[in-house]
């Protein structure tokens, strides 16, 4: 009954270091999502992957990379962490985008850049 | 432009009541509308998907409608509890790009013992 599993659960990063957020699946899901939420801004879109091999930019894909390893993975990484990306960050997956079906979340990654 | 809103932003009720959580879209070319429950500190779990082509769906104490041509959504909690405190979040996805889902801001609910 994993579901979504995202790796770290609480991060502190200094301005300027890298990191990557692991997210994993076991749904079968081909869909994959990064999203961020912040206080008064609500869930945004980073990036999506559509299915394996595609990534595509959401609302705020700036400072962020994607890779879509697999079909069960979908990592995001921060090259050059900044003060505006503490966040807490949630990787979603969805059995295909251009059906009706809804979203399954992981349970966060909360990160603070000092 | 799909813009997702939340009527009450946070709403404080006696356990035993019923209520209801208010959720409006701007652009009803939608797949369908999913409402979320979060915990503080927390990841999103589903609640109830509703399709464009159905007008509700339940689950216990639960009930979600949907009027897509006048871009409303409710969600119906019966004999509230004090642990469905959370707070509640409607998204839609929309038919002109299925691959992004639009989240509203959230109803903080309060259930008091």
């Known amino acids: 009954n994993a579901g979504v599993t995202q790796t770290p659960k609480f991060q502190v990063l200094k301005t300027g270091q890298s990191m990557t957020l692991q997210c994993a699946q076991d749904m079968n899901h081909n869909s994959m999502y990064w999203y961020r939420q912040d206080p008064g801004m609500g869930l945004r879109l980073i990036y999506y992957?559509?299915?394996?091999?595609?990534?595509d930019k959401g609302e705020v894909p700036n400072g962020y990379n994607v890779s879509r390893l697999n079909k069960r993975e979908f990592s995001l990484r921060l090259e050059s962490a900044a003060p505006s990306q503490t966040s807490v960050y949630f990787c979603a997956s969805s059995e295909a985008a251009e059906y009706n079906y809804g979203y399954t979340f992981g349970s966060g990654t909360r990160l603070t850049v000092v | 432009k799909q813009e997702v809103t939340q009527i009450p932003a946070a709403l404080s009720v006696p356990e035993g009541e019923n209520l209801v959580l208010n959720c409006s879209f701007t652009d009803s070319a939608i797949y369908n509308l999913q409402w979320f429950r979060q915990d503080p500190g927390k990841g999103l779990t589903s609640l109830l998907l509703i399709q464009s082509s159905q007008r509700e769906q339940t689950s216990g104490r639960l009930n979600a409608s949907l009027d897509k041509s006048s871009g409303r959504s409710t969600l119906y909690i019966a004999a509230s509890q004090p642990g469905d405190s959370a707070t509640y979040l409607c998204?839609?996805?929309?038919?002109?790009?299925?691959?992004?889902?639009?989240f509203g801001p959230g109803t903080s609910l309060s259930v008091i013992p």
């Open positions: 998204a839609v996805r929309r038919l002109t790009s299925y691959d992004k889902v639009i």
């Open positions: 992957s559509a299915s394996e091999g595609t990534t």
